[in-house]
């Protein structure tokens, strides 16, 4: 294992991968803020623990913040699996630098885009991480 | 790492993970010609970027879109995580085989008869992905 | 890749990645009692086949389940993707135990809470969680 630890693309891999989980644990956090500060509660012990009357829909800018986080759940774990199989074939430090850095950064710009409501922004953003996704899929098998 | 390059388990599992992340870019971009066509917007900025009026409920075909990639998200994710123990922990390049691509032929297969409503095949799909997820995960644990 | 098999931390994140797999499996399981139960058909051919009326909207019974799915889909592939890392940059026997059976343990009874409806312990049981992902990909990241 030492091996790994010493690989830039496993390292590059590794980096990215965990800034994206922490990406997404705080896309969770923006739902239950935007949660709090709608009382849109779905849950009634969520109501009952937090001050409200449950919904069975969900509140407009819940349901939006849901959206954003199913998009990352849609997206950043094909990253973790095809990146991952990917550096572990022995991709290149420099192919593999490229290709985590765009995923990452156009996910966290993905983010900002989606929280502001601007397309086509935000399906730019969205197309240059199925790029990256498909690039990698594409080496791997071939 | 070039151990695991030249491992058959490995390999059987990196090309059949990278399959399913292309199964799932196309899946999305199913969900995406669904809003296009039938104009189901639910974003505002998507309703005046692309035209049409933002809706509030997900039309009925966007919803049957949107729940095949679900079924995919609960499900692919844990063939990247199982499998991929499941390789690493030492699995023969027979076993893998079977495992990966019983488990990637299954999920393709559930699409097609999801994409077209039938039943009970889509169940029959389901179950014999579960199975291959159980059966890895329990080789594993013992 | 006998060297894997014989360390201790990856030992110990791959039984955690498999039992919190197969507990994702069950909790789809229950998704489909409920909706067998309250005969919660969304897709028009599953009411044909199992018999009963599609609805537009998901039951409430239904709707609850499929909130319990969406939490494990929104946390446990971050445990998948960072633990890995996590083990395989060298982490401690003992600091990949504390991590990986503190998470595993936190989600399951995370699962007991949100099944029994029960607050503020299911946002405890979230919070280990988090804590857990958050403080594995720090440490991967310096």
């Given amino acids: 294992m030492n091996e790994l ?14 800034i994206l989980a922490i990406k997404m644990l ?5 739902t ?3 949660r709090m500060r709608t009382k ?4 009634v012990e969520d109501a009952k623990a937090f001050g409200g009357t449950p919904s069975e829909q ?32 022995g991709a290149s430090a420099n192919g593999a630098w490229w290709y985590c850095w765009t995923f ?5 710009v993905h983010w900002i885009v989606y929280l502001n ?5 935000r399906a730019l953003c969205y ?13 791997v098998i071939f």
């Fill in 5 to 18: 630890m010493t690989n830039p693309a496993f390292h590059t891999y590794a980096v990215c991968a965990c």
């Fill in 26 to 30: 705080l896309t969770g956090n923006y």
């Fill in 32 to 34: 239950s803020v935007v």
């Fill in 40 to 43: 849109g509660f779905v849950n």
């Fill in 58 to 89: 969900e509140h407009p800018a819940v349901a939006h913040a849901l959206r954003i986080q199913r998009n990352d759940g849609e997206n950043i774990p094909l990253f973790w699996a095809v990146g991952l199989v990917f550096v572990l074939s």
């Fill in 104 to 108: 990452t950064i156009a996910r966290l």
């Fill in 117 to 121: 409501h601007l397309q086509p922004w």
């Fill in 127 to 139: 197309g240059i991480g199925y790029a990256c996704i498909l690039g990698m899929a594409i080496q």
